[in-house]
């Protein structure tokens, strides 16, 4: 039986640099193997059947319902090789519990994608790192476009709209699942409802169960969308009643922004316009080409561009006036945000390096480790709210910030910092939430997202590790199990919901090296951070995923 380490970190409060030796692996293996990254990264088969698993320890009698995930599963088509490690074909796992018992299956999405590779026995669908060859019948407009609409391979996430549940990317398709059985049942297109040709992988979902996403369209001038989708009535088509919320003009023409996902709190949306953007005319040509090229290329990181933060208020759409910047990073995820004394508060999983980090998922380059220049930080933003958004003139901008009122944070455990510029706008500088840095960050969602909270768990960045954090105390405790790395961590609260961290987490965990150790499920206590149980599996393998919820019976 393999052993868990735990292990507990603390910083003090204020802005400190990482040493180089912390290295973003993401959810490679380690960081010293040569290997590891693309052994993590590999081919299953499917478990279409449920496979029961071998219980040890104890699994909370209270603890009933689905584990659902989403990630890639399959790298190979025919004799063509997946390059990115976000390329591979979506497959669902899922974990059903109940009377202390787990059971276990998967499924391949059965996108169009997916259908149209196993029938050339070949990949013919282009993906984010791997070009496929360009479709003859398209004129150039449509191949262009078609590096944004085309995949349908839904590999990143699994949400709910209502009563159903929907695969996504960070294309304009969805696809909805059946949650007990994984079965692929009908393609969505957000494009048919609103004006995106992407949108991110990480939609929040509010209390009343509308949910909100932030997309991009690419026609004329590039604009960030803010969709809100509310619950659909019976019988109506899951994305009916979908709308944009706001429009939000590029900075850039032919380079706007990604987005990977957003911040909400109980009264307004914030949107990081990032220096890190498409680089369309790179997509231009490889859409006409089908020339691979490296990920980089595809992307322009602008690291004399200042990050814009956008608030926008949910109940009106209206894009507070108040222009917040704050020096070049790049994030795929945000922590969590929230509203305290008249100000924003928002907590990120961030690098400087914006231009290295897609190339370093590359497979070929995780068999290398990742570039030591690819640092990352939890960090805290606070954007003040009061008084800005008056009709002061820039002269009263110009005399507020010669007044010498230099940080206009008031939160009082706060070493972050919002200084008034001349010109009106207000410039941010972090403080660090951890002293260790983390990826795939998870809260308790269900009672404190958009809330003031304290507690964040996430995967280490060598990979190994699972990680809870106290944000009020930037104490970390760690629990590492030696030869497995963990899926993203989900916490599920316990019916007598004590305190924040009164619940579980569940994590799946896969062996590095290829049928070396049983995958098994991990039930951690959230407060304590010991296991308290776990179910093996006797199955040949289990994929390396992505993200996904707990849905309770």
């Given at each position: 039986m393999?052993?868990?380490?735990?292990?507990?970190?603390?910083?003090?409060?204020?802005?400190?640099?990482?040493?180089?030796?912390?290295?973003?692996?993401?959810?490679?293996?380690?960081?010293?193997?040569?290997?590891?990254?693309?052994?993590?990264?590999?081919?299953?088969?499917?478990?279409?059947?449920?496979?029961?698993?071998?219980?040890?320890?104890?699994?909370p009698?209270?603890?009933?319902?689905?584990?659902?995930?989403?990630?890639?599963g399959?790298?190979?088509?025919?004799?063509t090789?997946?390059?990115?490690?976000?390329?591979?074909?979506?497959?669902?796992?899922?974990?059903?519990?109940?009377?202390?018992?787990?059971t276990?299956?998967?499924?391949?999405?059965?996108?169009?994608?997916?259908?149209?590779n196993?029938?050339?026995?070949?990949?013919v669908?282009?993906?984010?790192?791997?070009?496929?060859?360009?479709?003859?019948?398209?004129?150039?407009?449509?191949?262009?476009?078609?590096?944004?609409?085309?995949?349908?391979?839904?590999?990143?996430?699994?949400?709910?709209?209502?009563?159903?549940?929907?695969?996504?990317?960070?294309?304009?398709?969805?696809?909805?699942?059946?949650?007990?059985?994984?079965?692929?049942?009908?393609?969505?297109?957000?494009?048919?409802?609103?004006a995106?040709?992407?949108?991110t992988?990480?939609?929040?979902v509010?209390?009343?169960?509308?949910?909100?996403?932030i997309?991009?369209?690419?026609?004329?001038?590039?604009?960030?969308?803010?969709?809100?989708?509310?619950?659909?009535?019976?019988?109506?088509?899951?994305?009916?009643?979908?709308?944009?919320?706001?429009?939000?003009?590029?900075?850039?023409?032919?380079t706007?922004?990604?987005?990977?996902?957003?911040g909400?709190?109980?009264?307004?949306?914030?949107?990081?316009e990032?220096?890190?953007?498409?680089?369309?005319?790179?997509?231009?040509?490889?859409?006409?080409?089908?020339?691979?090229?490296?990920?980089?290329?595809?992307?322009?990181?602008?690291k004399?561009?200042?990050?814009?933060?956008?608030?926008?208020?949910?109940?009106?759409?209206?894009?507070?006036?108040?222009?917040?910047?704050?020096?070049?990073?790049?994030?795929?995820?945000?922590?969590?945000?929230?509203?305290e004394?008249?100000?924003?508060?928002?907590?990120?999983?961030?690098?400087?390096?914006?231009?290295?980090?897609?190339d370093?998922?590359?497979?070929?380059?995780?068999?290398?480790?990742?570039?030591?220049?690819?640092?990352?930080?939890?960090?805290?933003?606070?954007?003040?709210l009061?008084?800005?958004?008056?009709?002061?003139?820039?002269?009263?901008?110009?005399?507020?910030?010669?007044?010498?009122?230099?940080?206009?944070?008031?939160?009082?455990?706060?070493?972050?910092?919002?200084?008034?510029?001349?010109?009106?706008?207000?410039?941010?500088?972090h403080?660090?939430?951890?002293?260790?840095?983390?990826?795939?960050?998870?809260?308790?969602?269900?009672?404190?997202?958009?809330?003031k909270?304290?507690?964040?768990y996430?995967?280490?960045?060598?990979?190994?590790?699972?990680?809870?954090?106290?944000?009020?105390?930037?104490?970390?405790?760690?629990?590492?199990?030696?030869?497995?790395?963990?899926?993203?961590?989900?916490?599920?609260?316990?019916?007598?919901?004590?305190?924040?961290?009164?619940?579980?987490?569940?994590?799946?965990?896969?062996?590095?090296?290829?049928?070396?150790?049983?995958?098994?499920?991990?039930?951690?206590?959230?407060?304590?951070?010991?296991?308290?149980?776990?179910?093996?599996?006797?199955?040949?393998?289990?994929?390396?995923?992505?993200?996904?919820?707990?849905?309770?019976?």
């Amino acid at each position: 039986m393999d052993i868990w380490r735990l292990s507990r970190s603390r910083v003090g409060l204020g802005v400190r640099t990482f040493p180089r030796s912390v290295r973003f692996i993401a959810v490679a293996g380690t960081t010293n193997s040569q290997s590891n990254g693309t052994r993590v990264f590999r081919t299953v088969k499917e478990q279409s059947t449920p496979l029961q698993g071998k219980v040890k320890g104890v699994i909370p009698p209270w603890l009933t319902g689905r584990l659902l995930r989403n990630g890639p599963g399959q790298y190979e088509v025919g004799d063509t090789k997946y390059l990115h490690a976000f390329d591979g074909l979506a497959l669902l796992h899922s974990f059903s519990i109940k009377n202390g018992n787990v059971t276990y299956q998967s499924r391949f999405l059965r996108s169009d994608t997916y259908k149209k590779n196993m029938a050339a026995n070949r990949i013919v669908v282009s993906e984010l790192g791997t070009a496929a060859y360009p479709d003859p019948c398209h004129n150039i407009f449509q191949r262009f476009l078609s590096q944004f609409t085309q995949t349908d391979n839904c590999v990143v996430n699994i949400y709910p709209i209502g009563e159903d549940y929907v695969a996504c990317t960070e294309s304009d398709s969805l696809h909805k699942i059946d949650k007990d059985t994984l079965e692929s049942k009908e393609k969505l297109k957000l494009s048919k409802y609103v004006a995106v040709n992407i949108a991110t992988a990480h939609p929040h979902v509010d209390k009343d169960g509308t949910v909100y996403n932030i997309g991009s369209s690419f026609k004329a001038r590039p604009h960030y969308n803010i969709i809100k989708i509310p619950i659909p009535k019976d019988g109506e088509p899951s994305l009916s009643k979908a709308k944009v919320l706001c429009s939000i003009p590029s900075r850039w023409m032919l380079t706007p922004g990604y987005s990977h996902s957003f911040g909400m709190t109980d009264n307004y949306l914030v949107f990081l316009e990032q220096p890190f953007c498409f680089n369309a005319p790179k997509f231009f040509s490889r859409s006409i080409t089908g020339t691979n090229c490296k990920v980089s290329e595809l992307f322009k990181f602008r690291k004399d561009e200042k990050v814009r933060f956008y608030v926008v208020e949910k109940s009106t759409g209206k894009v507070l006036q108040t222009k917040y910047t704050a020096d070049p990073f790049f994030t795929f995820h945000h922590v969590n945000a929230f509203e305290e004394c008249g100000q924003i508060v928002l907590d990120l999983s961030c690098t400087k390096n914006g231009q290295k980090i897609v190339d370093s998922l590359l497979l070929e380059n995780l068999k290398y480790g990742v570039d030591d220049d690819v640092h990352y930080s939890c960090r805290r933003y606070v954007l003040p709210l009061l008084g800005l958004e008056s009709n002061a003139t820039t002269r009263d901008h110009t005399a507020a910030a010669q007044s010498g009122q230099k940080n206009l944070v008031a939160l009082g455990n706060s070493q972050a910092q919002a200084v008034l510029l001349e010109d009106g706008s207000v410039h941010c500088e972090h403080e660090l939430i951890s002293p260790i840095p983390f990826e795939f960050p998870q809260i308790n969602y269900r009672e404190f997202n958009g809330k003031k909270y304290n507690f964040a768990y996430g995967v280490g960045m060598d990979g190994m590790q699972l990680i809870k954090v106290d944000i009020a105390e930037k104490t970390v405790k760690t629990r590492k199990s030696d030869g497995y790395t963990p899926s993203e961590p989900v916490f599920v609260p316990s019916p007598e919901k004590k305190s924040e961290d009164d619940g579980v987490v569940l994590s799946s965990m896969i062996s590095v090296e290829p049928g070396a150790l049983p995958p098994y499920l991990v039930v951690l206590d959230a407060k304590t951070w010991n296991e308290v149980g776990r179910a093996e599996f006797d199955c040949s393998d289990m994929h390396k995923d992505f993200h996904g919820l707990f849905v309770p019976y």
